[in-house]
């Protein structure tokens, strides 16, 4: 017997399939075998855009949220504006070799690279309210690398927030681990 609560976001929300129709999935790009969830034709629409920001604010809206980081380089397209709406200050996670000042970095593997991320020393005040966001949750590796730089530097990180997770890949309980209450908010989920 399939529940209410068993259906996908998308299943339950009119707005969700709408964002949905405006996605495009690329097989074998960057790579073999990877079927790469480009959201460039929903940022491109207005409506489209509008869901995700709303969508990401809602569920992080009045919990005190001091500063929201992204992910490079699709994470910054969403984090500005999620940063605007709920009061907060924005953070950058980057590429290797990118951020001029002292960093903290981590190494870490995604569904289809090797890669290392940097966040400026000093992002915040010790204890702030964190909450990390990218365009697709994937094995985890990519937001689990984050949230180590996030606890590194003193942040309490509340919770992840995603345009897509790629739910057979598992990444969700990467992002669990250690026992702590970290939300995971993803509009769309497969
Ligand atoms: P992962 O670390 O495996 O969760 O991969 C997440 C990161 O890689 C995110 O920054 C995504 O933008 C990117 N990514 C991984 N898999 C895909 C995919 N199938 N489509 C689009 N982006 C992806």
Do not use: C
Request: cysteine-free; charged content about 25%.
């Amino acid at each position: 017997v399939r529940r209410v609560t068993d259906r996908t976001p998308q299943e339950r929300d009119p707005q969700l399939r709408y964002l949905e129709q405006k996605l495009r999935s690329v097989p074998d790009f960057p790579i073999k075998g990877i079927v790469f969830k480009d959201i460039t034709p929903a940022l491109a629409d207005p409506r489209g855009l509008a869901i995700m920001v709303d969508g990401f604010a809602q569920r992080f809206v009045g919990q005190r949220i001091d500063a929201v980081v992204g992910i490079e380089a699709r994470g910054f397209i969403f984090g500005g504006a999620l940063a605007h709406r709920l009061g907060a200050g924005f953070v950058l996670a980057r590429k290797s070799g990118k951020l001029p000042a002292a960093v903290d970095r981590v190494s870490y593997e995604t569904e289809y690279s090797k890669d290392t991320l940097e966040m400026h020393q000093g992002s915040w005040l010790a204890g702030a309210r964190v909450i990390v966001v990218d365009d697709v949750l994937a094995t985890g590796g990519t937001a689990a690398a984050t949230a180590s730089l996030v606890e590194k530097q003193g942040g309490e990180l509340l919770g992840f927030a995603f345009v897509i997770e790629l739910a057979f890949l598992g990444g969700r309980a990467k992002l669990a681990a250690n026992g702590n209450e970290r939300r995971v908010e993803s509009l769309l989920i497969y």
